[in-house]
């Protein structure tokens, strides 16, 4: 997929809805042409309550996550520490939350491939 305008769409299914308290994990592998603007490699939101979450890369370049809940009014982004990810080298990302409503609760590992 060249990133610009393909994509994999899922199904609109409740096993996708992800609250606050929930415990989850994604893996994905990805490579960055260009960096500027949010890089999303999972979203999943409801626009009707502005309800959902996002995965993938900041304009800074860091590993990114946001999850919100309650209208926008409860949630949190969160950016990795680590070094910003360079463009045109292959990543395996790996995000994980622990449930917990905190943003201390995302972690985030990467590895180069």
Known sequence: M???NQYI???????????????VSFECVFKLNSIGSYSFFFSKYDSTF?????????????LAMSLQNFGGLVGFVVESLAAPISIGNW???LFTY???????????????V
């Open 91 to 93: 990543y395996t990302a």
């Open 98 to 112: 622990d449930g917990s409503s905190l943003a201390g609760g995302v972690k985030f590992y990467l590895a180069g």
């Open 2 to 4: 060249n990133g610009v």
């Open 9 to 23: 769409k899922l199904p609109i299914n409740s096993a996708f809805n992800i609250a606050r308290t929930d415990k």
């Open 50 to 62: 502005f309800r959902g979450f996002w995965l993938g890369v900041a304009p800074s370049g860091q």
